[in-house]
């Protein structure tokens, strides 16, 4: 039955596109591959088989966007972003390729009194922290998630209403807003209460008059709302409450690097007269680029190397429960568009597990 729906989802998208082309339109896509090796020294238990992992490697397509965005007027501009990705709904049965989700589906609304300042955005949408980080600060989404997304503390799209105010001429200076949600997510939409959860947002570029530091920012988020789960009326919506705070930052210098990163802290209501739930997360990266320091001949220009660092606790009040992630590589970005990475990852656990290692080569296509 899902196969159906995905079916009529593509049609239902390629009729929007077809009458969208009528207007000013544009197409965009990214996929995201990789390959990846298993260096640990371990085993797995497999339907009563042990199973050597160190040496498992396997390639995956793990993400691949398609992206319509259309103006429809002066003030008025649509976006819809399909996800392709692994199917791992069990309801899907025998089912294990890749499904099509839909990751975007809003219309931007430029205010009339205030066009080149205020906007108004409706519909399944970026949270936007999370999306600042991941594009203008990590900017390696293609190699991973940055840690909120990776750690699940907040979707990168929900349904709602957002307000946004541009600082600055064409948000030279960044943005600011207001998102009311359904808190929710793009990939599991049933909202089970009646709260509606509330995230102030900015990201403000102090140096974006210096042409050497353009690229500096800083952002931060507060978010704060109910759990998305079933409330009676014997319960409060307080008891359950959900609340984020998220502050990031990047020192960027030319084209040449750029040294950051992020904090979060959340709370999850865990019921009445229980203590609640807390965790925290913090995150360090950086990026060198070679271009502008060799020669114009030189086979190491489109070469750079980046590294990250995790660090996360998914709660504060218990000891040893926490992990880490190392990230080191080198990058190589031959022409527009494309981006390949080869690296090495380590994750260790405060608790006595054994560390994990991996080798990935990750790529990226864009159009």
């Not at 750690?151 to 946004?164: I, P, R, Y």
């Not at 990031?248 to 209501?269: P, Q, R």
Request: hydrophobic fraction near 40%.
């Amino acid at each position: 039955m899902k196969i159906i729906t995905v079916i009529f989802s593509l049609m239902a998208i390629m009729a929007m596109a077809a009458g969208a082309f009528a207007v000013e339109t544009t197409v965009e896509g990214r996929i995201y591959s990789s390959w990846w090796m298993n260096l640990t020294d371990t085993t797995m238990t497999h339907d009563s088989a042990t199973v050597d992992l160190k040496g498992w490697n396997q390639f995956s397509l793990d993400r691949s966007y398609v992206t319509i965005k259309s103006k429809l007027s002066d003030y008025t501009s649509l976006n819809i972003t399909t996800d392709l990705r692994d199917s791992k709904d069990e309801m899907l049965n025998s089912f294990a390729g890749y499904m099509i989700v839909l990751k975007y589906g809003y219309i931007d609304w430029k205010l009339n009194f205030a066009p080149e300042k205020l906007s108004l955005r409706l519909g399944l949408q970026p949270t936007m922290y999370v999306d600042a980080i991941d594009a203008m600060m990590w900017g390696h989404r293609y190699v991973l998630n940055s840690v909120g997304d990776l750690n699940k503390m907040l979707t990168t799209s929900d349904l709602g209403a957002s307000v946004n105010y541009n600082i600055g001429e064409n948000s030279k200076y960044g943005f600011a807003g207001l998102s009311i949600w359904n808190g929710t997510s793009y990939t599991d939409l049933n909202e089970q209460n009646k709260s509606k959860d509330i995230n102030p947002y900015v990201v403000f570029k102090p140096l974006a008059g210096n042409p050497h530091f353009e690229k500096t920012m800083i952002a931060a988020q507060f978010y704060t709302g109910t759990q998305n789960i079933p409330i009676d009326t014997t319960m409060k919506a307080g008891d359950y409450k959900r609340q984020i705070i998220s502050v990031g930052a990047n020192l960027a210098y030319k084209d040449l690097f750029n040294v950051g990163g992020e904090f979060w802290s959340n709370t999850l209501g865990q019921g009445p007269n229980v203590d609640d739930l807390k965790s925290s997360a913090i995150s360090i990266f950086g990026n060198l680029k070679f271009r502008s320091l060799v020669g114009e001949d030189s086979p190491f220009r489109t070469l750079g190397l980046f590294g990250r660092y995790d660090i996360v606790d998914p709660n504060t009040d218990v000891d040893d429960n926490g992990n880490s992630l190392l990230i080191a590589g080198v990058e190589c970005t031959p022409v527009k568009g494309v981006a390949a990475s080869l690296n090495f990852r380590n994750k260790s656990y405060q608790a006595d597990i054994k560390s994990e290692s991996f080798l990935f080569l990750n790529t990226e296509f864009k159009f």
